[in-house]
């Protein structure tokens, strides 16, 4: 079997990974990156909330973040790891090609999947319309419709936030289920609430124009918000014994971006909200920084 050994290995090209990268490398361990830039969340997206870059694409972002990284020495390497395994000190990850890669330090920087509505047109007018992150795109829809679709305290604050840029925000929810003090908010917001109700269809030509109910109710908006919830990469993070949220769908860290694990750091979206670059950048600095100086340990 090939195996090839690193001292510091990071599940993951988003944002997190990258700035774990460029800090693991310029620490002066080796380090090896696995994973898919177009597979990462901001791939697709245009950003504008990002700190001193203001217009800027994730594919370019992205793009820029690999080469920062190369420069400093880590490797890149486009594949997905299919499995995981720790004997005493030593991490083993199997790409999926099937190559070993051994290392003395693992970070899971590894992002979420957002839960989708499956309706007719939330394919074809995602980004035309059709988002799933209020904190990035709200600023889209100043004075214009919108409708945001969920049931949990994501979709609730959601509506919320954005009553501060319109007028007119519907929330459509089969089954409100948020504690007292935020649904009283929200009974005393401007959100016109749709409870016991479902997004049947997305409609639009090249951009959303309205959403069709349940009960064939038609809302006029320019954008639907579809907070859903999100769900983790998690089974890779399971076969290591790492520690999760009660609904296994975050991994659980503490300010060093260490887990219960030894060795073993994670960063960014699959830490939990805010599901931000900042943020993902923040985390993955650190535990590039936590993960080298553990690797150095066994030199
Ligand atoms: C449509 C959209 C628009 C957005 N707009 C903004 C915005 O304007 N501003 C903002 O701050 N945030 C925005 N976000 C959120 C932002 O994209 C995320 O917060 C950020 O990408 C998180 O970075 P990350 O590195 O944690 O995860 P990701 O960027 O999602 O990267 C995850 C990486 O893990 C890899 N991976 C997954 N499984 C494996 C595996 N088994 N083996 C190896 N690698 C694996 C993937 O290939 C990918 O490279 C947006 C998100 C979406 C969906």
């Known amino acids: 079997m090939n195996t090839k050994e690193y001292e510091v290995i990071i599940l993951g090209t988003g944002p997190a990974g990258l700035q774990a990268a460029i800090h693991g490398a310029r620490s002066k361990v080796s380090v090896l990156v696995l994973g898919k830039r177009e597979q990462s969340s901001i791939y697709r997206a245009h950003i504008e909330n990002y700190c001193c ?4 694409s994730g594919d ?16 890149f390497i486009e594949e997905d790891v299919l499995a995981t395994s720790m004997k005493d000190d030593l991490i083993s990850v199997t790409s999926e090609r099937g190559t070993v890669y051994n290392a003395r330090s693992l970070i899971f920087t590894i992002g979420i999947t957002r839960n989708n509505l499956n309706v007719p047109g939330e394919n074809a007018l995602r980004g035309y319309g059709v988002s799933y ?14 409708a945001i679709t969920g049931n949990g305290s994501a979709a609730v604050h959601g ?59 038609s809302l006029a908006v320019d954008g639907v918000f579809i907070e859903l919830g999100a769900k983790g990469a998690m089974e890779l993070a399971g076969f290591l014994g790492i520690q999760m949220d009660e609904n296994f769908r975050h991994i659980e860290v503490n300010r060093k971006q260490e887990t219960n694990v030894p060795g073993i750091y994670a960063a960014g ?23 080298a100086r553990y690797a150095k340990k066994f030199r």
């Open 269 to 291: 979206d699959i830490c939990g909200p805010p599901w931000q670059i900042a943020k993902a950048v923040g985390e993955g600095c650190v535990a590039g920084l936590e993960a």
């Open 133 to 146: 992150c209020v904190d990035c795109d709200a600023n889209f829809y100043k004075n214009r419709p919108v």
């Open 53 to 56: 870059l203001p217009n800027i």
């Open 60 to 75: 370019e972002l992205l793009q820029q973040g690999i080469e920062q990284a190369r420069r400093f020495g880590a490797d």
């Open 159 to 217: 509506a919320l936030t954005l009553t501060s840029y319109t007028d007119t925000v519907h929330l459509i929810s089969e089954k409100i289920n948020v504690d007292e003090l935020l649904e009283r908010q929200l009974r005393e917001s401007a959100v016109k609430t749709h409870e016991g109700r479902k997004i049947k269809e997305i409609r639009g030509d090249n951009a959303v124009q309205s959403v069709l109910l349940d009960n064939n109710v």
